[in-house]
């Protein structure tokens, strides 16, 4: 995530979300089975799924995540 203080590490389809430098983890999320274009995750104690269709980067759903 360029100009971001986070890192989007993983593949599969689960990912996890890491301050930049520390590798803190701050959340993760993962894309649903059975179900294209939703993903579910927890980011800042917060339970949450989002769509996005289609073939969608990993850094574009960690952003949906975090706002």
Do not use: N
Not at 6 to 26: M, N, P
Not at 36 to 43: A, I, K, S
């Amino acid at each position: 995530m360029s100009d971001s203080p986070y890192e989007v590490i993983g593949h599969f389809g689960a990912w996890i979300l890491v301050r930049s430098g520390t590798q803190e983890i701050v959340g993760c999320f993962y894309a649903k089975d059975g179900e294209p274009g939703w993903y579910r995750g927890h980011t800042r104690g917060v339970v949450k799924e989002v769509f996005l269709p289609g073939d969608v980067d990993p850094v574009d759903v960690a952003r949906r995540f975090l706002d």
